[in-house]
């Protein structure tokens, strides 16, 4: 069973579902009903590539209580081949990392991947989306 | 629309207040100010805070705190935007008084940080829940990315950005020795910023501004009626406000502030002014690295040459340009929307000229820079004396 917070989002995590305006092609994930762009409200369904490359990244040492037992995660904003950004996890790291920095370089090519994201309070229900990982 | 003074400031000693409610502290910083300003009685009253109902289960504070100030009947307004509540607070309290609206308007910033609940937590709900907060992002760490995309942007190598990025900290700490309510009173050096445990990558604890119970309150009234209270009139010479993107990752360039840099234009049009016609300013330091990008963003410096600048001192108690001469939110401490008033604060302080020993010498004309999320929301005023 999956709460409505998170089956809500599932087009977008589970099929990286966006939109794509009509007018001036911006695509927008998650999907808006008002481009930022140009206003239009006009949009044709749209998903984005899976692969592209980092843009900037950090390692968080003191994450929020659902994710303690993950510690450090490592996040991303990837810019996508389409030139969409998203933020997201980089997973398949080594289990132990002295320097992230030897490893993740700023423009290092990524692909996305389905993996679960954490277990949600105290019931701990899972919740899955997508993460990226170095190619 | 007539112009508007600040003529009462108060604050409460900024920390970790395990020993008082977030209405105390409230009621505390009011009737500072409130006796500061001389008044006998408010027309209306605006209560900035982020997120009183994460850390304390309490929400509509406009009615609580009216009623336990005292003010029973008095139009109250809870104002939130992220850190920026009390930035914001200020600018409709000033507006509502701009308006004709109302002659005497208390605008009040407070949070009670410490109550048993995840700070990191009750914090991440100012970024984007479903595609920021729901991957384990926190503030920290997107200050840290903005960091991280700064330095390479720049192209400046590592060991120098993590000495300039300790430089904000211990000039902000230097100013906060000399602020009896600043949270953390203390002097530090490079050495203490660079070895302490790291938060995000790259950056450590000394980073980050601290998690604080605090509360700050001003009193505004018309130009004309100040007089009546003070010999010495501030007045808020231009007010600017502005959004952008809520998640980091939509905005157009990482490394750049834009909603700093509107908010700033709004204020610096409204009070006929330019970035240099300004003698000091708080601004939003809620990370080392949120200080050189907002100071490039107003303006002070060119876009990539905020870090060189406090390098250089411009931005110290005797610089070109003194920042955050308060402590600013690293050492004053930062009660998230308590933080733009008491910016205002600081500001009435040194134009008054009671800074004492951070006083700024002949200061005219002072900005005041408050920031909602990893750059969301920012408000930007200017006070300058009559």
Same mark, same amino acid.
């Given at each position: ?8 989002? &599932? ?32 949009? $044709? ?22 994710? =303690?037992?993950?510690?450090? *995660? ?11 950004? &998203? ?37 701990? *229900?899972?919740?899955?989306?997508? =993460?990226?990982?170095?190619? | 629309?007539?112009?508007?003074? %600040? *003529? ?7 920390? $970790? ?14 009737? =500072? ?8 009685? *408010? ?19 406009? !009615? ?14 809870? %104002? ?16 509502? %008084? ?6 005497? @308007? ?79 009173? &203390? ?14 990558? #790259? ?12 509360? !700050? ?6 130009? $004309? ?16 406000? !502005? ?16 909603? @700093? ?16 016609? &300004? ?30 600048? %406090?390098? !250089?001192? =411009? ?6 340009? #003194? ?24 500001? @009435? $302080? ?29 408000? @930007? ?6």
């Amino acid at each position: 069973m999956l709460t409505p917070r998170v089956y809500k989002e &599932i087009p977008q995590r589970y099929r990286l579902e966006a939109n794509k305006c009509k007018k001036c092609g911006r695509v927008n994930f998650p999907p808006r009903l008002v481009c930022p762009n140009c206003g239009s409200q006009e949009f $044709e369904d749209y998903r984005l590539p899976t692969t592209g490359k980092i843009l900037t990244y950090t390692v968080v040492r003191t994450p929020p209580v659902d994710f =303690k037992l993950q510690k450090p *995660i490592v996040l991303a904003i990837v810019e996508l081949e389409d030139g969409t950004r &998203i933020m997201c996890q980089v997973t398949d790291l080594p289990p132990y990392v002295e320097n992230y920095d030897e490893i993740i370089k700023i423009g290092a090519p990524v692909e996305l991947v389905f993996r679960k994201i954490f277990s949600e309070g105290e019931a701990g *229900i899972h919740v899955y989306g997508y =993460k990226c990982r170095l190619i | 629309m007539r112009d508007v003074a %600040v *003529i009462g400031i108060g604050m409460t000693k900024f920390g $970790e207040l395990w020993n008082k409610s977030l209405r105390e502290l409230f009621v505390e910083a009011a009737l =500072k100010a409130i006796k500061d300003a001389g008044v006998d009685h *408010i027309d209306s009253m605006y209560v900035g805070c982020m997120t009183s109902g994460l850390f304390a289960q309490q929400e509509h504070l406009g !009615a609580l705190m009216a009623d336990y100030l005292g003010q029973k009947h008095v139009p109250a307004y809870r %104002v939130e935007s992220a850190c920026a509540s009390g930035g914001l607070a200020f600018r409709l309290g000033f507006i509502e %008084v701009a308006s004709g609206m109302s002659d005497i @308007v208390l605008v009040g910033g407070v949070e009670k940080m410490h109550t048993g609940a995840d700070s990191t937590a009750c914090l991440a709900a100012a970024a984007d829940a479903e595609y920021e907060s729901f991957l384990g992002i926190t503030f920290p760490g997107l200050y840290a990315m903005i960091a991280n995309a700064y330095k390479e942007k720049y192209n400046i190598p590592f060991d120098r950005f993590r000495k300039q990025l300790a430089l904000v900290a211990v000039k902000n700490h230097e100013n906060g020795s000399k602020n009896p309510n600043a949270q953390f009173p &203390i002097k530090i050096t490079v050495d203490t910023v660079v070895n302490s445990t790291l938060v995000a990558d #790259p950056l450590r604890l000394f980073d980050c501004s601290p998690v604080t119970d605090g509360a !700050a309150a001003v009193i505004l009234c018309p130009v $004309e009626l100040a007089k009546k209270y003070t010999d010495t009139i501030i007045k808020v010479a231009g007010s600017g406000a !502005a959004t952008s993107t809520i998640a980091l990752a939509q905005r157009d360039d990482i490394t750049y502030l834009d909603v @700093v840099a509107k908010a700033a234009e709004r204020a610096y049009k409204m009070a006929g002014v330019t970035p240099k016609d &300004i003698d000091f300013a708080e601004v939003h330091d809620c990370f080392t690295i949120a200080e050189i990008c907002v100071t490039e963003a107003l303006g002070f410096f060119e876009p990539g040459k905020g870090a060189e600048a %406090v390098e !250089a001192g =411009k931005t110290a108690l005797d610089g070109e340009i #003194p920042v955050n001469t308060s402590g600013g939110l690293k050492a004053k401490g930062h009660p998230v929307g308590a933080t733009g008033v008491a910016q205002i604060c600081e500001l @009435v $302080e040194q134009l008054r000229g009671t800074a004492g020993d951070r006083q700024v010498k002949n200061a005219k004309r002072g900005l005041a820079q408050n920031m909602g999320g990893s750059g969301a929301s920012s408000t @930007v005023h200017i006070l300058e004396v009559l």
